[in-house]
């Protein structure tokens, strides 16, 4: 009893402080994930009060995070919207790869952390945070802008590409070898194809057999498959993440819509989990030593990714201001790299600190990049160009347009 009275004296007390940390961050502008990040430094490992007894039910509740976080994120890509992404950004995906995984991996191997920490902390490096992005985008008024649809075609090929990355590293992490790995992988690449043909043949079907008008079956169906499958993904070493990505995309329509209005308060609840938990596992005296480190990471993929954005939207037919504000964009790193770190750190301990200093700096640097990458740029070069309020309709040269993907994304804490 005594046991169960800790627990929930712990739990409340986390999650009324996620909540008043998350009034914060809204109130100041910024994503409430660096303020999770260090409300887990604070009560993790070394932190000023060590949680015990609700040690274990935190480590649940971020797996379910993870989940979560992926699941809405496939709701928000139809298996059409994926495809196309494809066929028309792949060029954009491959350069992105190319500039912003490099650093992380040459970073990885001058620290002496071999070919496996290697591979961790340049997916670290790479991926943008597709729910800092979409807060950040909104709150500029930015949606109709043209280079908006430029941004989330680089966010989707990411997003996909996580499901050939994580059963990658999830091999590599396990020691099964290049065997072991590359069977992960086709099992992986064979998932991503047979749902998206079959989300694109008969996508209307599985929605129907999952629909419900009762709002509490719909949630129950949707939220036990993607758990039923996450597992099964898990135990075939395909990674939990994936196979709840894939949950997401398959469903659509009504459905899709439907779900997503129902998890996303469960999602930020367990998101918001999941970046405490990170915290906790990080030893807060582990931080100092890798300030210097993951500030020069952040420096050098900050540019890498405004070069990103740069060539992405040069190809897209976009003047010089809309590509540096795509590249600027994309500067934010979050809820992936954490991912990521997470799943690395078993092997490699010393990933877990850099990244939690990586991610801090750049989720706070990144809505400043997609602010005033562009107007300090054009300043730079004489012009007079200063930053638009939130909200303000998009000058001329950037009429509205459609986005081709949803930008109604993961938000705070996601």
């Known amino acids: 009893m005594h046991d169960s009275t800790t627990l929930l004296i712990e739990l409340g007390s986390v999650i009324l402080a996620l909540g008043l940390i998350g009034r914060l961050a809204g109130r100041v502008g910024l994503s409430p994930i660096p303020l999770y990040l260090l409300a887990g430094l604070a009560f993790g490992h070394g932190g000023l009060l060590p949680l015990a007894a609700s040690e274990d039910f935190v480590a649940v509740g971020a797996e379910i995070g993870v989940i979560l976080l992926l699941l809405l994120l496939g709701l928000e890509y139809s298996a059409s919207e994926l495809v196309t992404s494809l066929r028309t950004q792949y060029p954009s995906g491959a350069v992105d790869f190319v500039l912003n995984a490099t650093p992380g991996a040459v970073a990885a191997l001058i620290l002496g952390w071999g070919p496996v920490g290697a591979v961790a ?3 670290v490096t790479w991926i943008s945070s597709s729910g800092v992005i979409a807060k950040v985008l909104t709150d500029l008024g930015r949606l109709g802008n043209r280079e908006t649809p430029v941004v989330l075609g680089v966010l989707v090929m990411e997003d996909l590409s996580m499901a050939v990355y994580l059963p990658l590293l999830t091999a ?8 072991g790995g590359s069977v992960a992988l086709l099992i992986s690449l064979g998932a991503v194809g047979l749902v998206l043909y079959v989300a694109l043949r008969h996508g209307r079907l599985i929605s129907r057999a999952v629909s419900s008008d009762n709002p509490e079956m719909l949630l129950l169906v949707v939220l036990g498959l993607t758990v039923l499958v996450a597992g099964v993904a898990q135990q075939l070493q395909v990674s939990a993440a994936v196979g709840a990505f ?7 329509g009504e459905v899709a819509e439907g779900a997503r209005k129902l998890l996303t308060p469960l999602r930020d609840l367990f998101a918001a989990v999941f970046f405490v938990f990170f915290g906790l596992s990080t030893d807060p005296a582990d931080i100092p030593p890798v300030l210097l480190p993951a500030l020069l990471l952040a ?20 003047g ?3 590509r540096l504000r795509a590249g600027g964009a994309l500067v934010a790193r979050g809820e992936f790299s954490i991912v990521i770190a997470g799943l690395a750190v078993a092997v490699e301990p010393r990933i877990g600190p850099l990244a939690t200093a990586y991610v801090l700096i750049l989720v706070i640097l990144g809505p400043l ?4 990458t562009e107007p300090l740029v ?6 007079r160009a200063k930053p638009a309020p939130a909200g303000t309709p998009p000058p001329a040269g950037h009429e509205e347009i459609t986005p081709t993907t949803s930008t109604s994304g993961p938000q705070q804490g996601a």
Request: charge should be positive.
């Open 246 to 252: 894939l949950v997401g995309i398959a469903l659509s």
């Open 320 to 322: 010089s201001r809309g």
């Open 369 to 372: 990049a997609a602010r005033w």
């Open 172 to 179: 590599l992490l396990a020691g099964v070898g290049l065997a």
């Open 121 to 123: 902390l340049a997916g």
């Open 378 to 383: 054009t300043r730079m070069r004489g012009g």
């Open 299 to 318: 420096v050098v993929t900050t540019f890498t990714k405004i070069l990103t954005g740069w060539y992405a939207a040069r190809r897209a037919g976009i």
